[in-house]
């Protein structure tokens, strides 16, 4: 007798990755929605595309991570530099710190 249990899918094949590119796409265009109520958030189209540049980096290289053949350590520590590095151009950008 055979065993039927499918093998586990990747984190890239499952819903959580349409979920996760929905809250950065939502994420994204909260800066548009406050600028409708508020003139105290004033973007360029710049401004936008540097932030759409900046998530689409850090979800990609979480989505790259998950889907390498590296151990979970490793999977970890590349997630935490990833998102390190997010955080600290965000910083960068939004107050200038390492001037």
Excluded: H, Y
């Amino acid at each position: 007798m055979t065993s039927t249990n499918p093998t586990p899918k990747a984190f890239w094949q499952t819903p959580w990755r349409l979920a996760l590119w929905g809250a950065v796409a939502v994420l994204w265009l909260l800066p548009a929605a406050a600028m409708l109520v508020t003139d105290q958030v004033n973007w360029t189209p710049g401004d936008f595309f540097v932030f759409g540049v900046m998530l689409a980096g850090l979800v990609g290289g979480i989505e790259f991570l998950s889907a390498s053949r590296l151990g979970l350590r490793a999977k970890l520590i590349g997630a935490a530099i990833v998102l390190v590095l997010f955080l600290l151009t965000w910083i960068e950008l939004a107050v200038g710190i390492f001037d």
